[in-house]
């Protein structure tokens, strides 16, 4: 069952290098952060960063970045992941 973070079950729609267990283990952010040769699924489904210039204000790695929660980047303090809120 996927819980609200799509945790519980593979969102690859093709073929994936990453074992099914940890596939229904991780975020749903994380597995569509993944490139699809490694893991895929499909176009258009990768989750965006809120930091500003598509991520580079930021210190985290971009598949962090896609994977957090929007909640818990704009949590971050902006010298460390800037989303340009105050």
Do not use: F
């Not at 996927?2 to 991780?26: D, F, R, W």
């Not at 989750?47 to 210039?53: E, V």
């Not at 929007?70 to 105050?86: M, V």
């Amino acid at each position: 069952m996927e819980n609200l973070q799509g945790q519980g079950v593979s969102h690859a729609v093709g073929g994936s290098k990453v074992p099914k267990a940890a596939q229904e283990k991780v975020p749903q952010g994380l597995e569509e952060s993944l490139p699809n040769k490694v893991h895929d699924t499909g176009p258009g489904t990768g989750r965006q960063t809120h930091a500003l210039n598509e991520g580079e204000d930021s210190m985290l790695p971009k598949g962090l970045q896609k994977a957090a929660p929007e909640k818990l980047e704009r949590a971050l303090p902006n010298k460390i992941h800037n989303t340009g809120d105050e």
